[in-house]
């Protein structure tokens, strides 16, 4: 496996399910990030994770919650959704806080569907 | 606070047309640019990118120039192919300098595509 990937691709869940979204880097990066990217609005920015601690948190309500073991991998665990949850969830992650500039990778996304 | 704007679409083209889609920034500091493009039902890839002011990103024929006097980053590609269609983001990143942990900010993108 190379780059980023996340499984699963695809998720149809109940709202009173509880289920996980996994990423996975390979690039030896540092930082990880979790992105909503629902259709006709920007993408949004969830959670940062650098060296493992969470370094950001844009204001996500508790019924997501993110968890990073390690540099590799990055969590995102559901539990009593709301329809408008329903988008795709991008993973991404970057070497870490540069001075210069900060490129991430992406990861294919899962598409959560809550019904 | 820092924001990227970009055009609205959707764009539509004819192949072997050319193409322009317009991204301006807000930023303090020295941001970096970057243009990224989304294929439909992937996530996003980096297209490509500058770091400094007068620099030129190019990749698979498309360019753009950071221009911090017009606070521009033009995302333009001479013929455009079907394979081109795709949904295209500008994306700054703001520096520590700057007060930040060097995030990515994205415009809202801009869907592109191209017709035979």
């Known amino acids: 496996e190379t780059g980023v990937t996340q499984t699963p691709r695809h998720l149809v869940m109940g709202m009173t399910n509880k289920k996980s979204l996994k990423c996975e880097q390979h690039?030896?990066?540092?930082?990880m990030y979790w992105y909503k990217q629902s259709a006709k609005k920007p993408l949004e920015l969830m959670f940062v994770?650098?060296?493992?601690?969470?370094?950001e948190n844009n204001s996500v309500p508790s019924r997501f919650s993110p968890e990073c073991p390690n540099s590799s991998h990055l969590f995102l665990h559901l539990h009593t959704l709301q329809p408008e949850d329903s988008a795709l969830y991008l993973c991404?992650?970057?070497?870490?806080?540069?001075?210069?500039?900060?490129?991430?990778?992406f990861g294919p996304g899962t598409r959560l569907t809550v019904l | 606070g820092n924001s990227v704007t970009q055009m609205e679409g959707p764009v539509t083209l004819s192949e072997e047309a050319f193409l322009t889609i317009n991204c301006t920034y807000t930023?303090?500091?020295?941001?970096?640019l970057f243009w990224y493009v989304q294929y439909p039902g992937e996530g996003l890839q980096l297209l490509l990118k500058?770091?400094?002011?007068?620099d030129k990103g190019s990749n698979k024929g498309f360019e753009a120039t950071y221009r911090k006097e017009t606070t521009s980053f033009h995302l333009e590609k001479g013929s455009v192919q079907v394979s081109d269609s795709a949904v295209y983001f500008c994306?700054?990143?703001?520096?520590?300098?700057?007060?930040?942990?060097?995030?990515?900010?994205f415009g809202k993108g801009t869907k592109l595509s191209v017709k035979p």
């Open positions: 994770y650098n060296f493992k601690e969470q370094t």
């Open positions: 930023a303090t500091g020295y941001p970096s």
């Open positions: 994306a700054l990143s703001d520096t520590p300098l700057g007060g930040s942990q060097g995030n990515l900010i």
């Open positions: 991404a992650s970057s070497a870490g806080p540069s001075q210069y500039y900060n490129e991430q990778f």
């Open positions: 690039l030896g990066h540092n930082a």
């Open positions: 500058a770091t400094k002011a007068d």
